[in-house]
């Protein structure tokens, strides 16, 4: 069964850091890119973040260059996003996602990522 | 605001016909990007509906069918069920914005 498990959400103080992993299992995990893609509470989807199969290449939402940094581990089947420099903003649910080709499939079930004194 | 615009709410009966609209413009849907649909039940992660402007993944039913043309794309649902209330989503890609994946800003259906 193809599957992607998110964690390492939580509560954080505004410019403070979190780090969140994914493991993934049930396929390939080194053939794809992988992404994160975020929600904030009531809001709609927003795409942070891509890496590619090697991790030679990544890009960013605007709104998080600098901050982000997307990674991965092929050798562990894992994909992660190092969060700094947090803002209220950045408060949503984080999914990680393959991204194939030019499409998400699959995701994962998410992680609430709350930013706020 | 998000770069493709869709109606942010829709209702049908069940058994009807809806259809979701998807606007971009000529840096995105107008430039031949692809367009791929997703829909998110209530307290879930999204779920691929359509990949590539008009294929359905396995497992999703043929009453799910989409559509594009010029700078817009459509979802189409017919038969409508009471599952099929949900958040839909459409997505695609910028080239004004670099590297830059693009979701509409969703479309709420309710089923009567």
């Known amino acids: 069964e193809v599957q992607l498990v998110e964690s390492g959400g939580g509560l954080v103080q505004p410019g403070g850091s979190l780090r969140l992993s994914c493991a993934a299992s049930?396929?390939?995990?080194?053939?794809?890119?992988m992404s994160w893609v975020r929600q904030a509470p009531g809001k709609g989807l927003e795409w942070v973040a891509n890496?590619?199969?090697?991790?030679?290449?990544?890009y960013y939402v605007d709104s998080v260059k600098g901050r982000f940094t997307i990674s991965r581990d092929n050798a562990k089947n894992s994909l992660y996003l190092q969060m700094n420099s947090l803002r209220a903003e950045d408060t949503a649910v984080y999914y990680c996602?393959?991204?194939?080709?030019?499409?998400?499939?699959?995701w994962g079930q998410g992680t609430l990522v709350t930013v706020s004194s | 605001q998000s770069v493709l615009t869709q109606p942010p709410s829709l209702s049908g009966a069940p058994g009807q016909r809806v259809t979701i609209s998807c606007t971009g413009s000529?840096?995105?849907?107008?430039?031949?990007?692809?367009v791929h649909w997703y829909h998110q039940l209530p307290g879930t992660a999204p779920k691929l509906l359509i990949y590539?402007?008009?294929n359905r993944p396995s497992g999703v039913p043929d009453r799910f069918s989409g559509s594009k043309s010029g700078t817009s794309a459509s979802l189409a649902i017919t038969g409508l069920q009471a599952e099929d209330e949900a958040d839909y989503y459409c997505?695609?890609?910028?080239?004004?914005?670099?590297?830059?994946?693009?979701f509409g800003g969703g479309t709420k259906l309710t089923v009567l």
């Open positions: 000529s840096s995105n849907i107008g430039a031949g990007y692809d």
């Open positions: 996602a393959a991204f194939m080709v030019n499409w998400f499939d699959p």
């Open positions: 997505q695609s890609y910028d080239s004004s914005l670099s590297g830059s994946v693009v």
């Open positions: 890496i590619k199969q090697d991790g030679s290449d990544k």
């Open positions: 049930g396929f390939t995990f080194s053939s794809y890119w």
């Open positions: 590539d402007n008009t």
